[in-house]
């Protein structure tokens, strides 16, 4: 396969991947990217690059996005716990450890 396809094809797996929430396939197309960039027998194709660019971008805003969320869903889990607690605590009487 052509060093351009190659490179097309891992901006579409980073798409498809981020798109569908795949985070385990999106690591791991993250890291053939990075295997790639790194052999040192890249070359540079300009309408490839900015594809892949564009994709590892779009990749990396989704992560951020799911990161947010994630953090959103803990925040709200821990107040529900702390409430509970607090529930407890008043219903028996009884000091509940945190």
């Known amino acids: 396969m052509a060093e351009r396809d190659v490179v ?7 798409h498809d991947c981020a798109a ?3 985070w385990v396939a999106l690591a791991e197309a993250d890291r053939e990217l990075a295997a790639l960039l ?12 900015a594809e892949l ?6 990749a990396q805003r989704a992560c951020e996005r ?4 994630v953090q959103q869903t803990m925040g709200e889990l821990q107040v529900r716990r702390m409430a509970g607690l607090a529930y407890d605590t008043f ?8």
């Open 8 to 14: 097309r094809l891992l901006a579409q797996r980073l």
């Open 20 to 22: 569908e929430g795949d």
């Open 38 to 49: 790194r052999s040192g027998t890249f070359c540079r194709h300009d309408g490839a690059i």
């Open 53 to 58: 660019r564009r994709a590892h971008c779009a």
């Open 66 to 69: 799911e990161i947010d969320r």
């Open 91 to 98: 219903a028996t009487g009884d000091e509940v450890q945190a």
